[in-house]
């Protein structure tokens, strides 16, 4: 028992870990304040010129629209829900560059996370097992590589995998919030 304790523990623990560097992945705004040495910036408007690095809210819908387009893996819901999303929150915020591709693909692995689980559940193991590989071969593409930072695989190992190889979704539904 205190075995299987532990386990559960290191497994959330990791997940928490995990969904914490996705999220700074996926959105990673600059606020004047922690950019105001590199910026030379006081109270008032953020500068025309972006540091190096930044891009704001016309180039960040910029990326994910490109990445939608080069993005080679089907989206569950079809084509017109990959387009409906809506990316910016804060209109006048930076983010870093390759924080719209970063969020164009969490949004993909979401509703691909989805579909897997709710096929499983329906008893569509086809389905399921065709969105979990589907996920696999995303994670491993160049694009997916070029805005994530998990030379171990911990992201498909603990949170892919269990799914794919055991049928067990609690990895996938935590880390996705499904439930």
Do not use: C
């Not at 692995?109 to 399921?128: P, R």
Request: charged letters at 20%.
């Amino acid at each position: 028992m205190t075995q299987a304790i532990s386990r559960r523990t290191a497994l959330l623990g990791g997940m928490g870990v995990i969904a914490a560097a996705a999220a700074m992945l996926i959105e990673v705004p600059a606020k004047a304040g922690a950019l105001s040495a590199q910026l030379d910036v006081t109270d008032g408007p953020m500068p025309s010129q972006l540091p190096e690095g930044f891009t704001d809210a016309a180039g960040m819908q910029a990326e994910y629209a490109e990445a939608l387009d080069a993005w080679p893996f089907e989206h569950p819901d079809g084509p017109v829900a990959a387009r409906s999303v809506s990316i910016i929150d804060d209109e006048d915020g930076y983010w870093e560059v390759g924080s719209g591709t970063a969020r164009m693909h969490s949004e993909w692995a979401g509703a691909t996370a989805a579909a897997a689980y709710f096929s499983f559940g329906e008893g569509d193991m086809g389905t399921s097992q065709k969105h979990l590989a589907a996920l696999v071969s995303a994670y491993q593409s160049p694009i997916v590589r070029a805005v994530t930072d998990d030379p171990e695989n911990i992201y498909l190992r603990m949170v892919v995998e269990p799914a794919q190889l055991r049928n067990d979704f609690g990895p996938l539904v935590d880390f996705y919030d499904l439930a």
